[in-house]
């Protein structure tokens, strides 16, 4: 993945993600009623992805494109965080206290932390 994925991207991508390989009407279709973004724009939005290398037509029905995520829903995450510790130097110290000082780090959430870290790495 070399290209950065924004933010409307990323919605298509979880689509894709659920469905599996889709064409543009049924992502289209998948998507929310008030998040629905304009049957065009979805079309768009896949070419995009896929000149990011992000998603690959994998066949043609009829008229229809068949598209299919080219990276799992864990890459594309791990991309976009660390995106955003590059944005503060790599640090993940200024995005931890914000989330503590938010209320959005939960006791539970620290716990997972906490046992992730005492977990031997392969």
């Given at each position: 993945m070399d290209k950065r994925i924004a933010k409307s991207e990323?919605?298509?991508?979880?689509?894709?993600?659920?469905?599996?390989?889709?064409?543009v009407r049924e992502i289209h279709e998948s998507l929310s009623?008030?998040?629905?973004?304009?049957?065009t724009t979805v079309q768009?939005?896949?070419?995009r992805l896929e000149e990011?290398?992000?998603?690959?037509?994998v066949k043609k029905i009829g008229n229809a494109l068949i598209f299919e995520a080219v990276f799992t829903r864990e890459a594309v995450h791990r991309r976009l965080i660390r995106d955003l510790?590059?944005?503060?130097g790599g640090s993940a110290k200024p995005v931890i206290s914000h989330l503590v000082e938010s209320g959005d780090l939960s006791l539970?959430?620290?716990?997972?932390?906490?046992?992730?870290?005492?977990?031997?790495?392969?």
């Open positions: 990323l919605q298509l991508l979880e689509q894709m993600w659920k469905l599996g390989p889709s064409s009623e008030e998040n629905r973004l304009a049957y768009t939005m896949l070419v990011k290398n992000a998603v690959r037509r510790l590059d944005l503060f539970a959430d620290i716990r997972a932390i906490e046992k992730q870290l005492k977990r031997p790495t392969a």
